[in-house]
């Protein structure tokens, strides 16, 4: 961008510029001393299965485990202020590791109480993570460390980062598979995928974006959108689940349509371990 503005002009000279550069490189030491001084956390929210005769007692079926910076000076810090750096910084890597570990290592308490020991945990992966020679040996560690059930464990990957070499991919996804872990398509339906991929991929589940949810009611086209994407997982043999239902409307839709499990503020937020057992 400076090159383009031309030889004479450097953006350095922009002052508003040069403060957001300092912003965001005293953001990335705070992130560096935030992994070393242990002030990450994740936040649990839980997935239902919802049947259609018993709309109102959906039955958890597991969690997504989400990321939180406990940050001292910054307070509770939301992913989407911090997970771009960490990626350009290289740091998503160690933080990466961190979050699969934590989120197996609860997998294991989990396993020691009836309630809990069937449920699932969704762990997001990041592009440049699953990009890295090491990701099948780094899952392999996570759960060899931890002991957690493999079957248990449900990677959540982006549509974006599995368009860059596809043999590649599926030989990753498949080492993986072979241990038992499953991978979930997430966001799915704002990327770019071609369905000859799609075909190929060993996927287990869709998620439909919660851009198409939030007005499934009221937009034609979302809600074609939702039904489309529900045949079409369906027909490869995937299940589907619905994220960022909010309202009974959209459950009761959603439910309608085939969907396999929801997960959204209607069912509960994002939560503390100990907040989500008083659940
Ligand atoms: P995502 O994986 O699509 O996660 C769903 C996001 O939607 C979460 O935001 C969640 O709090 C929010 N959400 C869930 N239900 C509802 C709802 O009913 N209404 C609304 N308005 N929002 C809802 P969050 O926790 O802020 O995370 C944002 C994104 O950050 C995630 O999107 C994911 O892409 C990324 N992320 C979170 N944790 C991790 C992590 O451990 N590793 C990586 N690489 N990325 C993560
Ligand atoms: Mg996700
Ligand atoms: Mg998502
Ligand atoms: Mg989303």
């Known amino acids: 961008q400076a090159k383009a503005a031309g030889r004479n002009?450097?953006?350095?000279?922009?002052?508003?510029?040069?403060?957001?550069?300092?912003?965001?490189?005293?953001?990335?030491?705070?992130?560096?001393?935030?992994?070393?001084?242990?002030?990450?956390?994740?936040?649990?929210?839980?997935?239902?299965?919802?049947?259609?005769?018993?709309l109102h007692e959906p039955?958890?079926?597991?969690?997504?485990?989400?990321?939180?910076?406990?940050?001292?000076?910054?307070?509770?810090?939301?992913?989407?202020?911090?997970?771009?750096?960490?990626?350009?910084?290289?740091?998503?890597?160690?933080l990466g590791q961190w979050v699969l570990e934590?989120?197996?290592?609860?997998?294991?308490?989990?396993?020691?109480?009836?309630?809990?020991?069937?449920?699932?945990?969704?762990?997001?992966?990041?592009?440049?993570?699953?990009?890295?020679?090491?990701?099948?040996?780094?899952?392999?560690?996570?759960?060899?460390?931890?002991?957690?059930?493999?079957?248990?464990?449900?990677?959540?990957?982006?549509?974006?980062?599995?368009?860059?070499?596809?043999?590649?991919?599926?030989l990753k996804m498949n080492a993986i598979r072979a241990r038992g872990v499953s991978f979930s398509l997430d966001d799915f339906g704002t990327g770019y995928s071609s369905l000859s991929y799609l075909k190929r991929l060993p996927l287990t589940q869709l998620k439909i974006d919660r851009s198409f949810v939030r007005d499934v009611l009221t937009d034609p086209s979302d809600a074609v959108i939702a039904r489309t994407i529900v045949a079409l997982g369906h027909s490869l043999g995937l299940k589907v689940i619905a994220e960022g239902v909010e309202t009974e409307g959209q459950r009761d839709f959603l439910t309608g349509i085939g969907v396999d499990a929801h997960q959204g503020y209607l069912f509960g937020k994002p939560v503390g371990v100990d907040a989500l057992h008083t659940l």
């Open 9 to 54: 002009t450097t953006r350095f000279f922009d002052p508003a510029m040069q403060a957001a550069a300092a912003t965001y490189s005293e953001l990335e030491k705070d992130l560096r001393n935030g992994l070393a001084n242990q002030e990450f956390v994740l936040h649990y929210q839980v997935q239902v299965k919802v049947d259609n005769n018993k």
């Open 102 to 170: 934590t989120a197996c290592a609860q997998l294991v308490e989990w396993a020691k109480s009836p309630r809990t020991a069937n449920w699932t945990m969704a762990v997001n992966v990041s592009a440049s993570q699953f990009a890295k020679a090491d990701f099948v040996t780094n899952v392999y560690s996570a759960l060899e460390k931890t002991g957690a059930r493999p079957e248990l464990l449900k990677l959540e990957l982006t549509e974006s980062m599995l368009v860059v070499d596809i043999e590649e991919i599926i």
């Open 59 to 94: 039955t958890i079926t597991g969690v997504e485990a989400l990321v939180r910076w406990n940050s001292g000076s910054r307070g509770m810090v939301p992913p989407a202020q911090f997970i771009q750096l960490a990626e350009e910084t290289g740091m998503i890597l160690p």
